[in-house]
């Protein structure tokens, strides 16, 4: 919810701020370097008022720190090891892709001919939605899971990437490139937005947090975001060659005529849409995998939860009954000690 109120705000202050210029600088610098200014501050603040959880580790010696090292390549290989990670990371790796296509959806909705305040509501109730799906995502999952642990999660998941298809087809394709119909593109950017967001909430990071032991729970959501952020950035790129090369979209100057305009709209959405339509397919269709991996490797890391836990039980037990029997022979020798001065 924080990341996507960040987003509504950063997004819809960078849309009002670009057409505007300040003592010669243009607006989109000034956004730029606002931003810049904010995350000094930030980092300035958390360095004198932040407080470190765990003071120890300041004394850890090279020794331990190459250790921990060492430990966390060992998570990191058994992460990598487990089938369910491999095929979340893998509808990860596609359902990215869609996100990152849709940075597009301000530019194409000035091109459609809104107004620079029109689009910033537009996209922040969109990105509202995203929110809001967040959530619903989380608070639906847990009990549809009580219901169907094996399945319940990965339909749902399955729900929300393939409701991309028919609502961004509306979106982009159906409506018509007229600012006419700002409420109906409003309404469709909401409910899209509120549709395609359950993933990570109802499906991915629980099923994280169950096929994984706890202290490899970092690991394994590190090493997921890693894999998604190399391959999203490949979309932006993809999205300009298809609008360019194959659906005609042209580079203009800032006297466009609005028909041309209207052109470019018309193949900035046939580019997105195809960047949306066919990674979300094939992400809809990777989560089917899980159906047969997720209750494997669920039931896989509870044996490993118990093993661990009988021999942690066990050096306890190991311990206590060293301790009682020291005590024991304790007792005896000053019994023994006390008898022999009573004779003597």
Known sequence: MTCNLGSILGGSFGVLLAPVTFLGVAGWRLAFHSVAVISVALGVLMWLFAADPSPAA????????????????????????????????????A??????????SAMWLELVGFTNWQTSVITGLYLFATALG???????????????????RIALAQISSASALPLGAI???????????????????????FAISWNASSTNNPIFAEIVPEKARTTVYALDKCFEAVFASFASPIVGVLA???????????????DTDRENAAALAKAVYTEIAVPMAIC????TFLYYTYPRDRERARKDLLMASDDHLGGEANDNESSAVHTLVDEESSVSSLNQRLIS
Request: aromatic share 10%; hydrophobic share 45%; proline share 6%.
């Open 95 to 104: 359902g990215s892709i869609p996100w990152s296509a849709l940075n597009f």
């Open 284 to 287: 809809c269709l990777t989560y």
């Open 244 to 258: 360019e090369r194959v659906f005609g979209y042209k580079p203009v100057s800032s006297d466009t005529s609005v």
């Open 58 to 93: 300041k004394c850890k010696t090279a020794a331990s720190a190459g250790e921990e090292a060492k430990e966390l390549l060992q998570h990191a290989r058994r992460v990598l090891g487990v089938t369910t990670f491999q095929i979340i990371v893998a509808q990860g790796i």
């Open 171 to 193: 979106l982009l394709l159906a409506l018509p490139n007229d600012p006419s119909t700002g409420v109906a593109h409003a309404v469709t950017f909401f409910v899209m937005g």
């Open 134 to 152: 967040a959530l619903f995502g989380g608070l639906v999952g847990d009990p549809v899971a009580r219901r169907f642990p094996n399945t319940g």
